[in-house]
């Protein structure tokens, strides 16, 4: 099978495409033939060395990435869930070494959940990570958004940021969402209520009273973000923001914090999946690679410019 390999850490050269052989699911896994997977920042914060690379380092040769859809074409000893055949998607894995720039790969079935008919692959491998980290977020961080809150989201233009939009916005919430200016027609179209661009803004100078916020960015935005929480408010960061202080500093102000990793559940992806079906939420999938053309894909993500998400298609 086609497999792309990290022998060591660092930049895109480094990727080395391969054949490998086929891995065979062990029990309460499924194989799955690959049609497309997506990556997200801590693929490339884990190439570079960083993320996940500390708990991975002793592994190599690495196979990153984590996010898939495909087909199953085996089914381990005691899977009952999937048969051969089923159309499949989810985060696998996740943060261990799941091997999923692959053509193939085995996965535990308890951690998919079956395609919407309606959904392509690419959409499917889009809405898994990224999905699962807004959804996760919000109804278990925190347990759930209530109606009416103000629930403002950084990034919202972003993998996680997109969903997150559409999710709150579903629960009744009124969305605030910052971004450039280019992409405010994008996140408005969404269902935010309110855009803020970050460039020209200041958005603790336009907003105030807000329940929950979602952050997704670094910087100062966690201590600029706590000025404007209510005292019984709610803010989250995500990995890609960099706030490990979150928790901290929300309690020296008087506010709760956290710092959310979202973790693999067939059962959220199901949550999600019927999302997707109900057409509720959407993935953006603003760009699609080939296979082959996995360092580009890398650099792009690199790029810090990417609208929604980039999937690699097989």
């Known amino acids: 099978m086609k497999a792309i390999i990290l022998n060591e850490f660092g930049g895109v050269e480094n990727f080395q495409y391969i054949e490998a052989e086929e891995p065979q699911p062990a029990p309460g896994e499924v194989l799955v033939k690959i049609a497309a997977l997506s990556i997200n920042p801590v693929d490339v914060k884990t190439r570079a060395g960083f993320a996940m690379a500390g708990k991975l380092k002793d592994q190599m040769p690495l196979i990153l990435g984590w996010d898939i859809s495909g087909t199953v074409t085996k089914v381990g000893e005691g899977v009952t869930l999937f048969k051969t055949g089923d159309e499949v998607f989810g985060m696998v894995n996740f943060p261990k070494h799941a091997r999923a720039y692959a053509e193939y790969v085995a996965a535990p079935a308890n951690e998919l959940a079956l395609k919407p008919v309606g959904i392509s692959h690419n959409e499917a491998a889009a809405a898994t990570l990224a999905a699962l980290t807004a959804y996760q977020s919000i109804t278990h961080a925190i347990g759930g958004i209530k109606r009416r809150q103000r629930v403002l989201i950084h990034g919202a233009s972003g993998g996680v940021g997109h969903f997150a939009v559409q999710i709150a916005k579903h ?36 907003v105030s009273d807000i329940d929950v916020v979602l952050n997704s960015v670094g910087g100062d935005t966690l201590d600029r973000s706590l000025t404007i929480l209510k005292e019984d408010g709610h803010i989250i960061s995500y990995p890609s923001g960099g706030s490990t ?49 996995m360092a580009a894909a890398h650099l792009q993500m690199e790029s810090g410019r990417t609208v929604g998400k980039i999937v690699i298609t097989l």
């Open 245 to 293: 202080l979150t928790k901290d500093k929300a309690a020296q102000a008087g506010r709760t914090g956290h710092v959310f990793m979202v973790w693999p559940s067939g059962e959220d992806m199901k949550a999600i999946a019927a999302l997707l079906e109900q057409y509720i939420i959407r993935a953006k999938v603003s760009q699609s690679f080939a296979f082959r053309n």
């Open 171 to 206: 629960l009744g919430a009124y969305v605030i969402g910052t971004s450039s200016a280019a992409n405010k027609g994008f996140v408005l179209g969404l269902g935010a209520d309110e855009h803020i661009d970050y460039k020209t803004q200041r958005f603790e100078e336009v």
